[in-house]
């Protein structure tokens, strides 16, 4: 810029040498005007370059912001929040990494094509071309680092999964032995009694030619189903109570209430149980 001032300041110099006072006036003015021009239409070059040369450099800056924001975020992949900010982020990236390598090229166009010749603005740009190089290695770095932590959060989803399936198919296993267990300890402490008149044990081929449940089709459906654990009393509703089925001695109390009605109490169910799981009682 010096060197056009100085060079346009000789030619005026030189050419005021070979005119009158009023030419040299017009003239020294018409080339005053043409400096004048000169000088404007340089400082609109130079603006539009600082004003492209600024938004790459605060595209930098944003850039740098988000990429720590999605760094942060990295941290916590599994919560949604976090994978909201990484992907909202990586997307304001991806695009702001394109919009300054247009206003790169841009900024070198504008320097090719403008008549300010400025080698420290130049290494400027290219500076600035190295800073959008060095971001774009750290952002696909990033971006195979998240690759591989979704690769690897959708492989233990996939375990827990099946882990999950496992657990299920365990409890429901367990829970279905622990159901026949507890049948089988059901049944284990199950017993059933009935009493009735002589007749009527008679005609359920309970009682047969004075035997008990000799006869192998009596009807089992006429006996009371209990649990030994918890069923100790059984009353009777009569006066006149006779055991006919087998049961050991000092296991059972069989008494009279206040109508005078039998009731069994069983004082020792495991033996009371052991001889037979039936209990037939003859009554009046």
């Known amino acids: ?25 017009d003239a020294m003015q018409q080339e005053r005007d043409s400096l004048q021009r000169i000088i404007n239409e340089k400082d609109m070059e130079l603006d539009d370059i600082l004003g492209v040369f600024n938004e790459v450099q605060e595209g930098i800056r944003r850039i740098n912001e988000a990429e720590g924001r999605v760094t942060i975020a990295e941290g916590n992949p599994e919560s949604a929040s976090s994978k909201d900010v990484i ?112 007749n009527e044990l008679k005609e359920q081929k309970i009682l047969t030619n004075g035997d ?23 009353k009777f509703y009569s006066k006149s109570a006779q055991l006919l089925s087998s049961h050991p001695a000092g296991t059972y109390q069989l008494t009279k209430d206040n109508q005078g009605q039998y009731e069994l109490h069983i004082t020792d169910p495991q033996k009371f149980w052991s001889v037979s799981k039936y209990l037939v009682v003859l009554v009046k």
Do not use: H, P
């Open 1 to 25: 810029m010096k060197k056009i001032l100085l060079f346009v300041a000789c030619a005026l110099g030189l050419s005021a040498c070979n005119m009158t006072g009023g030419q040299q006036q």
């Open 87 to 198: 992907r909202d982020n990586m997307d304001f990236i991806k695009q702001a990494m394109q919009q300054n390598r247009d206003l790169i090229a841009q900024l070198q166009e504008k320097l090719k094509n403008s008549s300010i010749k400025n080698t420290k603005m130049q290494k400027t740009i290219e500076s600035l071309q190295a800073q959008i190089d060095a971001q774009s290695a750290r952002i696909q770095e990033l971006e195979a680092s998240l690759a591989e932590k979704d690769a690897l959060i959708e492989s233990q989803g996939e375990a827990i999964a099946g882990l999950s399936n496992d657990v299920a198919s365990l409890t429901e296993e367990n829970k279905q032995k622990a159901e026949k267990v507890q049948q089988q300890d059901k049944e284990l402490n199950s017993a059933w009694f009935v009493f009735g008149t002589k």
């Open 212 to 234: 008990v449940l000799k006869s192998g089709d009596f009807n089992k459906n006429y006996f009371t189903k209990i649990d030994i654990r918890y069923d100790k009393d059984i």
